[in-house]
């Protein structure tokens, strides 16, 4: 059964930097893509970040890019988001969500499983 957490949300100054994880159990890294998204109140959620099976592919939005990073822990089965020079815009609950034998995607609509997110705030 796929099971994913996310960990790492909390309050941060507009400038500051936060790193995010997503705990995967129930697949392994290398066999499918792993995306981020995020849904600030009165906003449909949108793709923020995602990396393929092995890491060779990654995308990032617009919004977000030279900002923030992306990363696989294979051997703990983990992925990370270093979310760098954050801005009051950032704000919102951030979610990762796992494709079997995906491409790298911003698109919500190809992601079924999610998880249960973590709350990003940035001050201002």
């Known amino acids: 059964q796929l099971q994913l957490v996310e960990s790492g949300g909390g309050l941060v100054q507009s400038g500051g930097s936060l790193r995010l994880s997503c705990a995967v159990s129930?697949?392994?890294?290398?066999?499918?893509?792993i995306g981020w998204f995020r849904q600030a109140p009165g906003t449909e959620r949108e793709g923020v970040s995602c990396?393929?099976?092995?890491?060779?592919?990654?995308k990032f939005s617009e919004s977000v890019q030279g900002r923030f990073t992306i990363s696989k822990n294979y051997a703990e089965n983990t992925v990370s988001l270093q979310m760098n020079n954050l801005k009051p815009e950032d704000t919102g609950v951030y979610y990762c969500?796992?494709?079997?034998?995906?491409?790298?995607?911003?698109?919500?609509?190809?992601?079924?499983?999610w998880g249960q997110g973590t709350q990003v705030t940035v001050s201002l």
């Open positions: 969500t796992y494709g079997f034998r995906m491409p790298c995607s911003l698109n919500r609509g190809d992601f079924r499983r």
């Open positions: 129930g697949a392994a890294l290398d066999g499918g893509t």
């Open positions: 990396i393929d099976s092995y890491g060779t592919s990654t």
